[in-house]
């Protein structure tokens, strides 16, 4: 069976600086990656997603994100976050069938100033 | 264009009572899929449909949940016989078929079970 582990709860920052947050997956077949982000109240909004071809994927917002297969991972990364960043950020994975995401638990951003 | 559209966006009910969850997808998206997002267990899948059909009901976490499709369109999420521990945000999403290009999801329907 699919995980996706998110390895952080919690992530506070202040504005400005750079911030990674991590996500290891674990899969036996070819697979697919995302990230989403959670604002208050809101449903969840897709940011960027490794499909195939290169591995450092740019989503929208200024994130960008690595895939890297050796470790099963694909890390979210911001080099100079804002305020406006303060969000709940869900990595996800699928099999390539296009359906049933397997979600982390989520890692909560907190910027601050 | 309009995204997934979900109603109510707030849903308080007693226990015991059924409850009606609808999803209305982006046009042109024949994939639908219901998730549920609680405090203790994240965000779950619970269903996915293809057109009208559900090939995938593994989520449903029991027979008191079922769905349906009509139309390749609207979908509905019916919980019968509520029980709190189905307090949750449900999350309806929608997505073109064949192609992994991410599902888009709705703003969630928050259902307190008292």
């Known amino acids: 069976a699919q995980s996706v582990t998110q390895l952080d709860s919690q992530v506070p920052v202040f504005e400005e600086a750079p911030v990674e947050l991590r996500c290891n997956y674990s899969s036996s077949v070819s697979v697919y990656l995302f990230w989403y982000v959670q604002y208050p109240n809101q449903g969840l909004q897709l940011l960027l997603k490794?499909?195939?071809?290169?591995?450092l994927v740019k989503g929208i917002n200024g994130f960008e994100a690595e895939f890297n297969k050796s470790q099963t991972s694909f890390h979210l990364r911001k080099p100079s976050v804002h305020i406006s960043d303060t969000a709940e950020y869900f990595c996800a994975a699928n099999g390539g069938s296009n359906y049933k995401l397997t979600f982390g638990k989520g890692t909560l951003l907190t910027v601050n100033p | 264009g309009a995204g997934v559209s979900q109603s109510p966006s707030n849903k308080v009910t007693e226990k015991g009572k059924d409850v009606e969850l609808r999803c209305d997808p982006i046009?042109?998206?024949?994939?639908l899929y219901w998730y549920r997002q609680s405090l203790g267990q994240g965000l779950e899948f619970l269903i996915y449909?293809?057109?009208?059909?559900?090939?995938?009901k593994s989520g449903l976490p029991s027979d008191r949940f079922s769905a349906e499709r009509t139309g390749g369109s609207v979908s509905t999420l019916t919980i019968q016989r509520t029980q709190q521990e189905d307090s949750a945000v449900y999350l309806c999403a929608s997505s073109f078929p064949g192609s992994p290009r991410g599902q888009y999801f709705g703003p969630g329907t928050r259902l307190l079970v008292l």
């Open positions: 490794y499909l195939s071809g290169s591995t």
């Open positions: 449909f293809q057109g009208n059909s559900a090939p995938d």
């Open positions: 046009s042109g998206h024949t994939a």
